[in-house]
């Protein structure tokens, strides 16, 4: 693990197109509500995290997969969510207890179009 | 046309006024000044002028609401409010601002729709209302604009010390499928956007509040639920003690802050 997860979490590869459409989706992805990024359409986006601009040329795959997979394990005090772990959590909404935030698939194709953000 | 100009003399004059607030913030800053503001602060100047037009302001209407039901004779006892309490313009004043507190006799607090429910309950003996029905959200929006102006204090009691305690617990703890907190969000970020919105500070400032999102009034109880149920939260049951706990910890953070009920929020 370290710093990173190399491996698909679903042993696919996953579809920048549908990424781009669940970190643009305020109710799916969630990703705008904090960060910026260049998905232009989207007028409202949040600055309480870096902007997504850039991230394939800061980080490798591995690397943004495991900062979307559990943000947690760099920084134990990050409020980005954890997007695939249901452990530790208090008070979660019977409607999503047990479930993760995205799930495997999704999380790939997040991590497939996060890598095309070069600059 | 006309309203092209009135629109630029508007942004003239809040603009103006903005950057005055703005400089007075900076220049107070050093001397450890008061940096809490309230949402009101973080509104637009279109929403600002709303809630302070009388005329304007859809809170006013629930107001009127409240005054014909604080005059209104119901119950087995057909007592009215007015019948014990008087002018409400008196008798009324800065109530809003020391609740949620411990009524005489009982050993818990309650927010103000509780304390309302007990004069209907024991003094008017009529059934207490239903959780966030208009007539309460009537009632406490009429008896909450008796304390415009006032400054927020909170009952000196020792007994609400652990209350707030396990509010300010509640507060500052992850919770939710997000494992996002209230202080992360309020105090940490607050001011900054969250997918375009300014996040507010949190007082209670101005509660019941009209909020457009809700096109009604709405309770400080249904505003924390909004919040919790963000996180992806469990949401505690309506009439849960954690919503009255939260309330407390959340007055005595805004203690000092000026009331401006009822309020207009986006």
């Keep these: 693990m370290g710093d990173a997860i190399p491996r698909s979490l679903t042993g696919q590869a996953g579809d920048a197109k549908r990424g781009r459409a669940i970190v643009a989706n305020r109710s799916v992805g969630l990703c705008l509500l904090c960060h910026s990024g260049p998905i232009a359409e989207e007028r409202f986006q949040g600055d309480l995290a870096p902007s997504l601009a850039g991230a394939g040329a800061r980080w490798s795959e591995g690397q943004l997969r495991l900062r979307i997979v559990d943000a947690s394990r760099l920084n134990a005090d990050t409020i980005m969510p954890p997007y695939y772990r249901t452990t530790g959590l208090q008070r979660v909404a019977q409607a999503f207890e047990g479930k993760t935030v995205l799930t495997a698939a999704q999380i790939e194709d997040v991590v497939a179009y996060l890598v095309t953000l070069k600059d | ?68 039901l604080w005059s209104a004779r119901v119950g087995v006892a057909g007592k009215a409010c007015a019948d014990c309490h008087g002018d409400a313009a008196t008798s009324m004043k800065g109530v809003a601002a020391r609740y949620p507190a411990i009524p005489p006799g ?57 209350w707030r305690v396990q509010g300010e617990e509640i507060y500052r703890r992850r919770q939710g499928q997000l494992n996002l907190s209230c202080a992360i ?28 999102e809700w096109q009604g009034l709405g309770s400080l109880r249904r505003r924390l639920r909004n919040c919790l149920f963000g996180i992806r939260a469990e949401l505690y049951p309506v009439g849960a003690p954690e919503y009255v706990a939260l309330e407390l910890y959340l007055m005595e953070r805004a203690k000092g802050m000026t009331m401006e009920a009822p309020a207009v929020r986006p």
Excluded at chain 2, 135 to 157: C, E, K, N, T
Excluded at chain 2, 195 to 211: D, K, L, M
């Design chain 2, 185 to 212: 969000c309020h105090d940490e970020n607050a001011g900054k956007k969250l997918a375009g919105v300014t996040i507010p500070q949190a007082h209670p400032t101005g509660y019941p509040v009209y909020r457009l």
């Design chain 2, 1 to 68: 046309m006309r309203a092209r100009y009135f629109a630029i003399a508007l942004f003239l004059v809040f603009g103006a006024s903005f950057a005055l607030a703005q400089s007075q913030g900076q220049s107070q800053r050093g001397s450890g000044a008061d940096t809490r503001r309230s949402g009101y602060q973080d509104m637009g100047p279109a929403l600002q002028q709303m809630q302070d037009d009388d005329t304007a302001n859809p809170g006013m209407l629930f107001v009127q609401q409240g005054s014909k």
């Design chain 2, 106 to 162: 009982a050993d818990r607090p309650v927010d103000l729709e509780g304390r309302i429910d007990l004069c209907r309950t024991e003094r008017q003996q009529a059934p207490a209302f239903a959780h966030d029905s208009q007539d309460s959200l009537a009632l406490q929006a009429f008896v909450a604009a008796q304390s415009r102006g006032q400054p927020i204090a909170p009952p000196d009691d020792p007994r609400l010390s652990s």
